[in-house]
């Protein structure tokens, strides 16, 4: 699938570039800049991730057509000036208080990481380094208004 990592006290996000696709993969961009500067991470299925990130690249509220169920492959990362927030296959977002986090099939590895002070590129190369679903290289973004 994919890792993301993102801090407030960093001001970043990053994520892997790999994407899986049967037998092959091949490097995609999982970080998308919204006009008011924040940054969204999104991971899963594109089924949901695709018309989520459409959604939130014009300033609207997602609502999903396809039907969602526990098992919906769909979580993101909202890197926002007020605080870091995440969604789950539910599309309602949730305010991380701690203000790291971080999602995919590597975010366990990544979020030991965070938690440890590393920085969001750092939590997600050591976590390509074992996550046969992510791979270099990683790419950051940096919030807008942070250096």
């Given at each position: 699938m994919t890792t993301i990592a993102a801090s407030v006290k960093h001001g970043t996000m990053a994520a892997d570039s790999k994407c899986v696709f049967g037998d092959m993969h091949f490097p995609v961009t999982k970080i998308f800049k919204l006009p008011d500067g924040s940054l969204l991470g999104t991971a899963g299925t594109a089924l949901y991730?695709?018309?989520?990130?459409?959604?939130?690249?014009?300033g609207k509220v997602y609502v999903p057509t396809e039907p969602v169920t526990?098992?919906?492959?769909?979580?993101?990362?909202?890197?926002k000036k007020d605080g870091l927030y995440i969604f789950d296959n539910s599309f309602h977002a949730d305010k991380v208080e701690h203000g790291?986090?971080?999602?995919?099939t590597g975010g366990m590895i990544a979020f030991s990481y965070l938690l440890g002070g590393a920085a969001p590129s750092e939590a997600v190369e050591k976590a390509?380094?074992?996550?046969?679903?992510s791979g270099l290289p990683v790419h950051v973004e940096t919030l807008k208004g942070k250096r």
């Open positions: 991730t695709a018309p989520f990130e459409a959604a939130m690249l014009a526990s098992d919906t492959d769909f979580a993101a990362l909202h890197l790291v986090c971080a999602i995919g390509c380094q074992v996550d046969n679903n």
